[in-house]
C-alpha cells in the first residue's frame, strides 16, 4: 500500500523560507518522477516544481516560483524536498506532494495532475504580509 505523507508546512513572514518534506513509501521511489502542486479556494491545482527519476538530473518550476524554491530528492529515505525562499503571500496555499509517473521523464518535463499516480494529504503554507 502506498503512502505519501508531507511535512513542513506552516506559517511565516513575507520574506521568509520553508522547507517542505514529502516521504512516500510502499513504492520503488527512486523510479518514479515526483512534483509538487498546491492550491487555493475556489481555485484549480497547479503545479509548482517537479523532479526526474534516479538521480533527479532534469527539474522543472512554475514561472511564479523560479529562483525562490528548489526541490531535490533523497532516494536512500524515500523524500522529496521543496526548498521555498523569498516566499510572498501569493505563496499561501495547500501544497500537495505528487507521486508522477514511473519511468523517465524527459529534460521539458512539467508534471500534470493527470500524470499523477498517488497524492499526499497535503500541508499549509500560510505567508503572512
Known amino acids: 500500500q502506498v503512502q505519501v505523507v508531507e511535512s513542513g508546512g506552516g506559517l511565516v513572514q513575507a520574506g521568509g523560507s520553508l522547507r517542505l518534506s514529502c516521504t512516500a513509501s510502499?513504492?520503488?521511489?527512486?523510479?518514479?518522477?515526483m512534483g509538487w502542486f498546491r492550491q487555493v479556494p475556489g481555485k484549480e491545482r497547479e503545479g509548482v516544481s517537479c523532479?526526474?527519476?534516479?538521480?533527479?538530473?532534469?527539474?522543472n518550476y512554475a514561472d511564479s516560483v523560479k529562483g525562490r524554491f528548489t526541490i531535490s530528492r533523497d532516494n536512500a529515505k524515500n523524500t522529496l524536498y521543496l526548498q521555498m525562499n523569498s516566499l510572498e503571500p501569493e505563496d499561501t496555499a495547500m501544497y500537495y506532494c505528487?507521486?508522477?509517473?514511473?519511468?523517465?521523464?524527459?529534460?521539458?518535463?512539467?508534471?500534470?495532475?493527470?500524470?499523477?499516480?498517488?497524492w499526499g494529504q497535503g500541508t499549509q503554507v500560510t505567508v503572512s504580509s
Open positions: 505528487a507521486v508522477g509517473p514511473n519511468g523517465y521523464v524527459g529534460r521539458d518535463y512539467f508534471m500534470r495532475i493527470r500524470d499523477v499516480n498517488y
Open positions: 510502499g513504492l520503488n521511489f527512486d523510479t518514479y518522477a
Open positions: 523532479i526526474s527519476r534516479g538521480s533527479g538530473v532534469y527539474t
